[in-house]
């Protein structure tokens, strides 16, 4: 038994860009369909979404792998999908089963390195009805412009981090957490702007849908990656608010007790509306189950750091965004999302080896 396979196939499966992990993606998957985005990289390079379907194409379940809802994060849902790719999972499906892979569906956030679409706004806070009165957050409101300060001099930032600790220590730390990261739709460019409309990326999501016929499907298993939350290293199965307790009880009928639910509080997240799994549910009701494997990095407060400078650089300097300073800010919000770490690589790839093989036989069951 070769325990060592894992750290012998991290320089394999994880990649430095977007561009080298697309590369990697259509070596194994050379029949994938390409979803161009109207952005461009940092270079002037175009991008795009590659969708890549095995199995029969009536099959009555569906496995859909996602990678990338949150930009920068696909550098590990990427090497989590050429995994399954490379250990043939896609080969052996029973007649009754497809795989749909989507790669890299925020492409520009990938490319830049940051979690937001193009037009500054966070994937799963984005799929709100918004022919609808649009959520709330009068936390958020009250912190705005500490959260992303319009200057982050150093005197700038301790007061703003001073104000959100009084914040804090006064209405506790889940309502801190609620604040910050639970979305907001009034601060455009802010933290966790979930928009006024659909993004292009969401669209495309919804048009791959539609290409795909997966709506038709009896029964639909999504696999959404993070990052960023929860232990580090640890692949933490989060189930979202839109599907409820059933929807937990679906997913962990299939993966077990590691699922996790902000409806049991059990979940690194809190409650947050318009994230993909609110699409879903409104696509397939109780015909689908979603999970969003969480995998842990840093402490949520160096998160919040980076991606308070990235929201400053791109709201208040975009001019600077390829100067030096743009580039080193752009680079730690990489570096928060995605360690460059061989042991979390590592710990990424048995976790995700592990819950494709449990996706597969519960479809299998179904």
Avoid at 163 to 171: I, N
Avoid at 222 to 229: N, R, W
Avoid at 275 to 300: C, I, K, M, N, S
Avoid at 335 to 361: G, I
């Amino acid at each position: 038994m070769n325990f060592d396979i894992a750290k012998q196939c991290v320089p394999i499966f994880f990649s430095d860009g977007y561009h080298e992990a697309r590369k990697k993606f259509l070596v194994v998957a050379p029949a994938s369909r390409a979803y161009r985005s109207s952005s461009k990289g940092p270079s002037g390079d175009d991008l795009f979404t590659d969708v890549a379907y095995f199995g029969p194409a009536p099959a009555k379940q569906l496995l859909v792998l996602i990678s990338g809802t949150h930009g920068v994060e696909g550098y590990c849902g990427s090497a989590a999908q050429l995994l399954f790719l490379h250990a043939k999972f896609h080969e052996v499906l029973p007649p009754s089963t497809a795989v749909l892979i989507v790669h890299a569906l925020n492409c520009y956030g990938f490319a830049w390195d940051r979690r937001v679409t193009a037009e500054g706004v966070d994937l799963n806070r984005n799929f709100v009805d918004f022919a609808e009165p649009l959520p709330q957050n009068t936390g958020y409101e009250e912190l705005a412009e500490h959260f992303v300060p319009a200057e982050i001099s150093e005197e700038r930032v301790r007061r703003a981090e001073a104000a959100l600790a009084a914040y804090q220590k006064t209405h506790g730390e889940l309502a801190f957490r609620i604040a910050l990261s639970s979305g907001q739709y009034t601060r455009p460019g802010g933290m966790f702007y979930g928009g006024t409309a659909p993004t292009e990326t969401r669209r495309t999501l919804e048009q791959i849908v539609a290409d795909f016929g997966v709506a038709t499907r009896e029964h639909v298993l999504i696999l959404d990656y993070h990052t960023g939350l929860g232990p580090y290293g640890y692949g933490e199965l989060q189930c979202e608010l839109s599907s409820g307790r059933e929807g937990y009880e679906r997913a962990a009928k299939m993966f077990g007790a590691s699922v996790t639910s902000p409806v049991l509080g059990t979940s690194s997240a809190v409650s947050i509306p318009g994230t993909q799994d609110a699409y879903w549910h409104r696509v397939l009701g109780d015909r689908h189950t979603y999970v969003g494997p969480e995998f842990g990095t840093y402490q949520p407060p160096r998160g919040r750091l980076v991606l308070r400078k990235d929201l400053w650089l791109f709201m208040h300097q975009p001019k600077s965004v390829d100067s030096e300073l743009g580039r080193q800010i752009r680079q730690a919000v990489k570096w928060h999302f995605y360690p460059q770490a061989p042991d979390w690589k590592e710990m990424v790839l048995w976790r995700s080896h592990q819950v494709h093989r449990q996706a597969l036989d519960a479809l299998a069951s179904i």
